[in-house]
């Protein structure tokens, strides 16, 4: 089946530095790729989509100069949190698309910002 | 008022018992309904999936969707400690490419011994 990779699983990181985030499908060509936030006992909250070679589409209150995506190739799409602060502590899910595959999830990255 | 509404639980049933699911939803565009279990700490793993009206079966699990009254579920047969999870349901509107998927709140279970 159809298998997302995502690293790191688990970061720290001190206030005001950057951590990037990677998620790759490792069998496939993701068409397009997904980045959620997820914060305790709460579902999946979209954050922005990208497609391949194309600027990502950032949903209503993400803040784009924050979560840098970048979506390189079809099988390699990056999340970058900026200047990161004790807010952005979260746990991070990318899911990657493809006509065959439906939506694969990565296992996700838990961003703990002090 | 959500597009996608999930009973958040937490639903605790007996080893054995059958788990029953539900999400309601309001677009009526949505064309492709999926269920995911997620682990504490983990992302979502894909359950079942289905594109029309009525029941889908593999192994212990039943998917139900009903179109005409935008109601989907999903029955757990023989329930397992290991099936102790939070359970999305998650719809699109299928074709395009970039087509998101927007999920419900999600449902807490836990099965005991």
């Known amino acids: ?114 | 008022q959500k597009e996608v509404e999930q009973d958040p639980g937490p639903l605790s049933v007996p080893e054995g018992a059958i788990v029953s699911l539900n999400c309601t939803y309001s677009n009526s565009a949505f064309q492709y309904f999926m269920w995911y279990r997620q682990y504490s700490r983990k992302g979502p793993e894909l359950l079942m999936y289905t594109y029309s009206s009525g029941n889908k079966e593999d192994g212990r699990f039943t998917a139900q969707v009903d179109k005409s009254s935008k109601y989907i579920s999903l029955f757990i047969r023989d329930s397992q400690p290991s099936d102790s999870a939070t359970y999305l349901c998650a719809m699109s509107v299928i074709k395009a490419a970039g087509n998101k998927l927007t999920f419900g709140g999600g449902t807490r279970v836990l099965v005991k011994p």
């Open chain 1, 1 to 114: 089946g159809a298998v997302v990779s995502q690293h790191p699983s688990w970061v720290i990181c001190k206030s005001g530095t950057s951590v990037k985030i990677e998620c790759r499908s490792l069998d496939f060509q993701a068409t397009t790729m997904f980045w959620y936030r997820q914060f305790p006992k709460q579902s999946l909250m979209l954050m922005a989509t990208s497609n391949e070679g194309s600027k990502a589409t950032y949903e209503q209150g993400v803040e784009k100069d924050k979560f840098l995506i970048n979506h390189a190739s079809l099988t390699l799409s990056t999340l970058t949190v900026t200047s990161a602060h004790p807010e952005d502590s979260s746990f991070y899910i990318c899911s990657a698309r493809s006509e065959g595959h439906g939506y694969t999830f990565g296992s996700g990255t838990r961003l703990t910002v002090v």
